[in-house]
């Protein structure tokens, strides 16, 4: 399984962009697939996701600003943010998590989001 994302860029306060990451290869089972961040320093969180049996979770910090959104035909991934805040600056990743028997997690390269004040 390979994850391609992209979409991050730089943007002033107050905008938006739209990530997307698309899936390709064996996808079967899957129980999370979902988006992270991470800063230099601090360690990788969830941003938001789409799980077999848990919900949609998102942060606190991105709730009502940011929505996950799929499209199976097209194996993709999206994050759409709005209201973006220099603190939503980091590197975003995506992660696909499948379980068959064991578990498998992958994840994309990351896309570099730079929120300007």
């Known amino acids: 399984v390979q994850l391609q994302a992209s979409g991050g860029g730089l943007v002033q306060t107050g905008g938006s962009l739209r990530l997307s990451c698309a899936a390709s290869?064996?996808?079967?089972?899957?129980?999370?697939w979902g988006w992270y961040r991470q800063v230099p320093g601090n360690p990788r969180e969830l941003v938001a996701a789409?799980?077999?049996?848990?919900?949609?979770p998102y942060a606190d910090s991105v709730k009502d600003r940011f929505t996950i959104s799929r499209d199976n035909s097209k194996n993709t991934l999206y994050l759409q943010m709005n209201s973006l805040k220099p603190e939503d600056t980091a590197v975003y990743y995506c992660?696909?998590?499948?379980?068959?028997?064991?578990?498998?997690?992958?994840w994309g390269q990351g896309t570099l989001v730079t929120v300007s004040s």
């Open positions: 789409i799980t077999s049996g848990s919900g949609t």
């Open positions: 992660h696909l998590g499948m379980a068959a028997g064991i578990t498998y997690d992958f």
């Open positions: 290869g064996s996808i079967f089972g899957i129980r999370e």
